[in-house]
């Protein structure tokens, strides 16, 4: 199965500051999934990419697909307290699917 | 509301004993996953089926086996339970085998195992 590494592991930011989360893989894949799970919650599908270099936004959320298709990044512009949580990315493929380790964020107020 | 329910919410039981725990997915999705995250890890893969059959297995203990019925709804059961079985366990489904299916998480089932 492809399988993924994420940094950080852990990030601990102020209020108001940007965030960056990065996924990295070995191989190449066909699409990349994120997932966001808070505190106590399960994870929920944030976005998927699929084209080389493709950006999408979600208000303050931009998610990038790397040109080589290999690695995937989450930036959260100004952190709010209601960005606490773990992100996964995940690698979307035939036979399995792997979520990375996370990222768990911490916005200290 | 994801649409995917899981039964129990909360398990706690003793070392050696044996569980089941039940996933019913969205309407019309055909794919279950089962998923094991233990305190601080990430989502370890368990084991996919699709329409009845098994699709892919991950990191699935031998003590582990799951099944999904002609309904579509799936159950894992764990036997032989030891301490470090202890976890959330989630389930996913999808409406096809995934490639690029969205997953759709249940609340979970949390296992202590004592």
């Known amino acids: 199965g492809q399988q993924v590494m994420q940094i950080p592991q852990y990030q601990h930011v102020q209020e108001g500051e940007d965030f960056t989360t990065y996924c990295n893989s070995s191989t190449t894949l066909s699409n990349i999934q994120w997932y966001k799970q808070r505190p106590g919650g399960h994870p929920v599908f944030l976005i998927q990419?699929?084209?080389?270099?493709e950006v999408k936004k979600q208000k303050r959320l931009t998610f990038q697909f790397g040109e080589a298709k290999k690695n995937s990044s989450l930036h959260i512009t100004a952190t709010q307290t209601t960005d606490v949580g773990t992100y996964f990315c995940?690698?979307?493929?035939?036979?399995?699917?792997?979520f990375g380790i996370g990222t768990k964020l911490q916005v200290i107020p | 509301d994801s649409g995917v329910t899981q039964t129990p919410k909360h398990l706690i039981t003793a070392t050696g004993q044996r569980v089941t725990l039940r996933c019913s997915p969205r309407?019309?999705?055909?794919?279950v996953y089962w998923y094991q995250q233990s305190l601080d890890q990430g989502l370890q893969f368990l084991i996919q089926y699709y329409n009845g059959e098994e699709r892919a297995k991950g990191n699935i203990l031998e003590r582990f086996s799951a099944q999904q019925f002609p309904d579509l709804h799936s159950e894992l059961n764990l036997s032989s339970l030891e301490l470090g079985d202890s976890a959330l366990y989630f389930c996913?489904?999808?409406?096809?085998?995934?490639?690029?299916?969205?997953?759709?998480f249940g609340p979970g089932t949390r296992l202590t195992v004592l």
């Open positions: 995940a690698p979307g493929g035939y036979q399995k699917v792997t």
């Open positions: 309407s019309g999705d055909l794919s």
């Open positions: 990419l699929v084209k080389s270099g």
């Open positions: 996913a489904s999808s409406a096809t085998q995934g490639l690029a299916d969205t997953q759709y």
